[in-house]
């Protein structure tokens, strides 16, 4: 049984897409799948299309930057030190004009296990909806 893990500054499982860098901080499969937590570089332009989860709750952490946080009934504008939690079933989108950063708690999230399979993907694979649908949703995570 493991008893602790340390990492570091600029450490752990590392994903550099287009629109954002993480690092994996907290794996799921470290906490037998109860949550994980990524820190996330948003870059400039930044946004994350409307979704919701049925099962996950995600918790934002603000460390730098401003962070606009859709929701259906307004919009939420989220700075260093502010702290937003989404809920199941909540309809979410953000988006980050100028970049900033933040970390990301998953409960009942497997989200580090979904940017390790984007990471393997081919920009073929990406472009077929049904099978980014398919594996969306088998990361709890479901678009319009």
């Known amino acids: 049984m493991q008893t602790r893990e340390i990492i570091k500054k600029g450490e752990g499982e590392n994903y550099n897409y287009s629109q954002d860098h993480c690092f994996v901080k907290v794996s799921s499969e470290s906490t037998n799948g109860e949550l994980c937590m990524v820190e996330d570089t948003l870059k400039p332009g930044f946004y994350l299309p409307r979704h919701h989860h049925k099962i996950m709750t995600e918790i934002f952490y603000i460390i730098d930057g401003e962070v606009e946080f859709i929701f259906d009934d307004k919009s939420v504008f989220a700075t260093t030190g502010d702290t937003i939690t989404v ?3 909540d309809w979410h989108a953000a988006r980050c004009e100028k970049g900033g950063k933040m ?3 998953f ?3 497997k989200f580090d296990m979904y940017l390790k399979k984007l990471s393997q993907m081919s920009d073929d694979e990406f472009k077929n909806e049904t099978l980014m649908k398919q594996i969306n949703e088998t990361f709890d995570i479901y678009n319009e």
């Open 103 to 105: 970390l990301t708690i």
């Open 87 to 89: 809920y199941p079933n």
């Open 107 to 109: 409960k009942h999230g």
